[in-house]
């Protein structure tokens, strides 16, 4: 199975609790589909994601107006250098 790490930013929803709300990347599991088609499914049905360092949120922000998750951010580069992109 090839790893497609095309990724799709979205923000913590409002039951976050921290310093500041974050931009998570979608933890696509074994969804073949795009990341992006993955989050424009769960704001339309209202379901849960679950971002690659386990944050669990309904997207609903636009992702642009916060900062990415460090965490996430250090995953998704470590599974790049994996793949040598």
């Known amino acids: 199975m090839a790893v ?6 979205e ?4 039951t976050y609790v ?9 933890d696509r599991g074994d969804d073949e589909r795009p990341a992006q088609a993955i989050v424009i499914e769960a704001m339309v049905n209202g379901t849960a994601l679950t971002a690659l360092c386990g944050h669990k949120w309904v997207p609903s922000r636009d992702p642009k107006n916060f900062p990415i998750c460090e965490k ?5 580069e470590f599974a790049r250098d994996l793949r040598g992109v």
């Open 18 to 26: 921290g310093p500041a709300k974050l931009s998570h990347i979608v």
């Open 4 to 9: 497609d790490l095309s990724v799709f930013l």
């Open 72 to 76: 996430c951010k250090e995953m998704f």
């Open 11 to 14: 923000t913590s929803s409002d």
